[in-house]
């Protein structure tokens, strides 16, 4: 499968299998999150990966969807802002460098047969709490992590040339 075809399948799962994840399948997601590249390749995350079965109701708390904790696992994309590269004029990357590790993943995963749907609107204040998150580590995005038990309904996409602009 072309990388654009790989890119057209992935969709926002919301509807899980309880089906295990097999541990190759999960090494090789955590593998192409570790591979991702950050600026000055200083990799400021941490990647935090709970089993659901028996913490749904605390993990309910952190993003209150039903269909959150029906995959065996929730993966939290955590950044380090101490750790990461800041721009001259200020910006720290972290989170550009958290999305793109998060973006591997779920890319990684959807190759693998597998579901994510990528949550940003989480309590973060409950996250912390639930998954002990220190206070210099920042979680970021969530995603559950499972068989997908749903079909992809229509993906609607701006035009191209909403989203383009050339300089030539």
């Avoid at 949550?119 to 920042?138: S, W």
């Amino acid at each position: 499968m072309s990388f654009l075809e790989l890119a057209e399948r992935r969709y926002s799962v919301r509807a899980y299998k309880s089906t295990p994840i097999e541990y190759d399948k999960l090494q090789k997601v955590l593998e192409a999150a570790r591979m991702a590249p950050t600026a000055d390749n200083r990799q400021p995350f941490q990647i935090v990966i709970i089993q659901t079965q028996g913490r749904e109701e605390e993990l309910l708390r952190i993003y209150n969807k039903p269909w959150f904790v029906e995959a065996p696992v929730v993966i939290c994309a955590c950044g380090i802002l101490s750790e990461s590269w800041i721009r001259q004029d200020g910006k720290n990357y972290c989170d550009v460098d958290v999305a793109i590790v998060m973006d591997h993943l779920i890319l990684s995963a959807t190759d693998l047969g597998l579901g994510t749907c990528w949550v940003g609107a989480f309590n973060p204040e409950e996250a912390r709490r639930v998954l002990k998150i220190p206070d210099d580590v920042e979680p970021i995005a969530f995603t559950p992590l499972g068989y997908p038990n749903d079909q992809p309904g229509d993906i609607i996409r701006k035009p191209i040339e909403e989203l383009i602009r050339y300089i030539l």
